[in-house]
């Protein structure tokens, strides 16, 4: 069974940036689809960016522009680099590999004005 877990989360003002990353345990996380969720109190669960084996990229709209998502297979990690942060993107950043339904323990960022 893989684990996921994320770091990287913390408390920024409004424009600022944050790197988020995701350790997979297992050496095939490379052939896997990974994604990043978020939560916001009183929300519901949301995509914000996959990424294939290949490396093709999907985003939410609202994240266009803003957050890159990329990966290092060597390294069995996961990246959510996220510039130009908002207060709306305050939540949960869960990594997950939905395939295999995992999901990891999530890390929180908070966005202040």
């Known amino acids: 069974q893989v684990q996921l877990v994320e770091s990287g989360g913390g408390l920024v003002q409004a424009g600022g940036s944050l790197r988020l990353s995701c350790a997979a345990s297992r050496t095939i996380f490379s052939i896997y689809t990974m994604g990043w969720y978020r939560q916001a109190p009183g929300k519901q669960r949301e995509l914000v960016a996959t990424?294939?084996?290949?490396?093709?990229?999907n985003y939410v709209d609202s994240v266009k522009g803003r957050f890159t998502i990329s990966r290092d297979n060597a390294k069995n990690t996961v990246y959510l680099q996220m510039n130009s942060l908002k207060p709306e993107d305050t939540a949960v950043y869960y990594c997950?590999?939905?395939?295999?339904?995992?999901w990891g323990q999530g890390t929180l960022v908070t966005v202040s004005t």
């Open positions: 997950t590999i939905p395939l295999l339904g995992a």
């Open positions: 990424i294939t084996s290949g490396a093709s990229t």
